[in-house]
């Protein structure tokens, strides 16, 4: 079964210093797409980056970067020059693109990201 | 405006007194899923339809009813709720169920307290 893990509960950065969202993820598939999403405390969901099991290169959407690395199973999130607006929870998710349970999608538990002044 | 929309947005009911929350989108998107939120628990899938008349099961489906008439809508039901149903659930849809490689649209949420 999939399995997403993001150790860190909660983590704080000063303004304009970049930091780093651990996710580990647990699939014996071949095929699947990591995903971050953003939830402020009005409580949206917003979607940040995506990684394909397949794509070389780690994903980048502006300020955000996908830190991939497929032998260890991880696929951290790396914020650079952190903005007081990025203070909200990230969730890290797995998506599932072959076998049985095509479709499913897992999430983590969440870290909540403070940004200070 | 392309959007998923969530009806209600706040629910309290009693124990026992079946419940819909619908869902609708108007981007054609071929999957739909929905969520249920709970504090250090994240987002668990309830169920999720690759498509019209395909549905499966999530990782927490007990309790819970879908169905995926039109490509458009995907209600929520509960036929008997219970207290420990009291949640944020999230809808969601993306544009293909093909490929991993489509993020999810996300609606507003619908937080229900079940007493």
């Known amino acids: 079964a999939q399995k997403i893990t993001q150790t860190q509960p909660g983590m704080f950065v000063q303004e304009k210093e970049a930091v780093t969202l651990d996710c580990t993820y647990d699939?014996?598939?071949?095929?699947?797409?990591l995903f971050w999403y953003k939830q402020p405390s009005s409580g949206e969901m917003i979607f940040l980056i995506y990684q394909g099991s397949y794509d070389q290169q780690n994903a980048t959407e502006g300020r955000y970067s996908l830190n991939f690395q497929k032998a260890r199973k991880s696929a951290n999130l790396v914020i650079s020059a952190s903005q007081l607006g990025d203070s909200a929870m990230y969730f890290c998710?797995?998506?599932?693109?072959?076998?049985?349970?095509?479709?499913?999608?897992?999430f983590g538990q969440g870290t909540i990201l403070t940004v200070h002044p | 405006e392309a959007q998923v929309t969530q009806n209600p947005r706040y629910l309290i009911t009693v124990t026992g007194k079946k419940l819909t929350v619908t869902c609708s989108q108007n981007m054609n998107h071929e999957y739909m899923s929905w969520y249920r939120q709970d504090p250090g628990l994240g987002l668990r899938q309830i169920y999720y339809s690759m498509n019209v008349e395909v549905t499966d099961k999530g990782d927490v489906p007990e309790g819970y009813k879908v169905s995926r008439k039109e490509k458009r809508n995907f209600p929520l039901i509960l036929e008997s709720p219970s207290p420990n149903q009291t949640s944020l659930y999230f809808c969601a849809s993306s544009l293909s169920s093909l490929a991993a490689t489509y993020e999810q649209y996300f609606g507003p949420g619908t937080r229900l307290t079940v007493t």
């Open positions: 998710a797995d998506f599932k693109a072959g076998g049985t349970s095509y479709g499913k999608l897992t």
């Open positions: 699939t014996s598939d071949p095929s699947y797409g």
